[in-house]
Nanobody, 122 residues
Framework: QVQLVESGGGLVQAGGSLRLSCAAS????????MAWFRQAPGKEREFVAA????????DYADSVKGRFTISRDNAKNTVFLQMNSLKSEDTAVYYC???????????????WGQGTQVTVSS
C-alpha cells in the first residue's frame, strides 16, 4: 500500500517555474514507477512524465519535453516535477501516481494522490 501527497502547486505567470513534490508513504517506494498526470477542466486526465524504479529512466509527453523534469529521491520517498517556461495551457490539477511499470496510461497506475492545482496566468 502506498499513500501519495502532492504539494507545490499555485499561481504563476506564464514563463515562470514551479516545482511539485509528491511524498509517498510505504517502505517499498523505491520499487514503484512514479508518474505525473494532469487534468484540466472538461478534459481527460493526461500523462505528463514518468520515472522508472530500476534505472531512473524517464518518459515525457511531447507537450512538456524540454520544459519539465521528473526526478526522484528514494531516500526521502519523494518524486519531483520541475516545471519551467510554464504556459497557460499547463493549467490543470496535477496528480502523482505510483505503479509497477513506467507507462503512460492512467489505468496502469494503482495509487494516486489527491492532486495539486497549478494555474498559469497569461
Amino acid at each position: 500500500q502506498v499513500q501519495l501527497v502532492e504539494s507545490g502547486g499555485g499561481l504563476v505567470q506564464a514563463g515562470g517555474s514551479l516545482r511539485l513534490s509528491c511524498a509517498a508513504s510505504g517502505r517499498t517506494f523505491s520499487s514503484y514507477a512514479m508518474a505525473w498526470f494532469r487534468q484540466a477542466p472538461g478534459k481527460e486526465r493526461e500523462f505528463v512524465a514518468a520515472i522508472n524504479w530500476i534505472n531512473d529512466s524517464t518518459d515525457y509527453a511531447d507537450s512538456v519535453k524540454g520544459r519539465f523534469t521528473i526526478s526522484r529521491d528514494n531516500a526521502k520517498n519523494t518524486v519531483f516535477l520541475q516545471m519551467n517556461s510554464l504556459k497557460s495551457e499547463d493549467t490543470a490539477v496535477y496528480y502523482c501516481a505510483a505503479g509497477s511499470f513506467r507507462l503512460t496510461r492512467a489505468s496502469d497506475y494503482k495509487y494516486w494522490g489527491q492532486g495539486t492545482q497549478v494555474t498559469v496566468s497569461s
